[in-house]
């Protein structure tokens, strides 16, 4: 199970978002510390890191850059609303508020978690049976009838199976943008009318009659999963 850090100075909300993330992550590693400073100075890496914004004399959205290199993903938990505009970067996943009940922050914390822990497909390729992370894969193609898998800088060939079989195994996070075409929306940097470019720059032209609800998919994820 995912390893998790809480940042919080204050000892009551800190003991309480711990019995919630005990509650519902019983076998996960979960660890508190009063100061970003405290955090850093273990050098210890998280999957999920807790971090509240008023901590004395440290801002968690100022300083979550140097909280980067130890946490995979961000969840902010505040009491504050305003601030939630300027908190949102590319590992921040959620921003949660304190004053919310015990439920619905479970029900965040649980969704947030499950949506963020590594999945897999389980696929044969041409010796054997591979599981292939998703958040590794960029796009899944058939092509003269062959599968392909296209991962940041490498493909691998699939046998065995059909695109709609695999889709319906990752279908969070791969959008059609063409009926023999499936990409991976966390790796999206820009969509427009005629194509998508992915964060290792490379590029897939979208079918002219699906690019209304390609797109319309792409942005229902992307809101889905702030």
């Known amino acids: 199970m995912p390893k998790i850090a ?7 909300d800190a003991a309480r978002i711990l019995r919630l993330l ?5 076998t996960s590693v979960i660890h508190v510390y009063k100061s970003i400073s405290a955090f850093l100075s273990t050098k210890t890496t998280y999957k ?3 971090l509240d914004i008023n901590l004395d004399e440290e ?17 902010y938990i505040s009491t504050i609303k305003d601030r939630m505009q300027e908190a949102f970067a590319k590992n921040v996943i959620g921003y949660i508020l304190k004053q ?12 947030l978690i499950q949506q963020n822990t590594e999945k897999y497909l389980t ?7 591979q599981n292939i992370p998703i958040s590794s894969i960029y796009k899944i193609t058939r092509e003269n009838r062959k599968i392909f898998v296209y991962l940041k800088s490498s ?29 991976n929306y966390k790796h999206i940097t820009s969509f ?10 490379t590029k897939e032209q979208v079918n002219t009659r699906r690019k209304k609800e390609a797109f319309n998919d792409y942005i229902q994820k992307l809101f889905y999963n702030i």
Not at 22 to 26: F, L, N, R, S
Not at 100 to 111: G, H
Not at 123 to 128: F, M, P, S
Not at 163 to 172: F, M, T
């Open 6 to 12: 809480i940042i919080d100075n204050t000892a009551e």
């Open 48 to 50: 999920f890191l807790l």
């Open 22 to 26: 005990q509650q519902i992550q019983p």
């Open 155 to 183: 493909t691998i060939r699939i046998y065995e199976c059909n695109l709609k079989d695999i889709y319906e195994q990752c279908k969070d996070c791969m959008i059609w943008i063409d009926r023999s075409i499936m990409v």
């Open 100 to 111: 919310d009940d015990d439920e619905t922050i479970s029900n965040t914390l649980t969704k």
């Open 192 to 201: 427009n009318d005629t194509e998508i470019i992915f964060d290792n720059s």
């Open 123 to 129: 696929l044969k390729t041409i010796y054997t049976y």
């Open 59 to 75: 801002d968690g959205i100022d300083q979550s850059p140097k909280c980067k290199q130890y946490a995979a993903f961000i969840i």
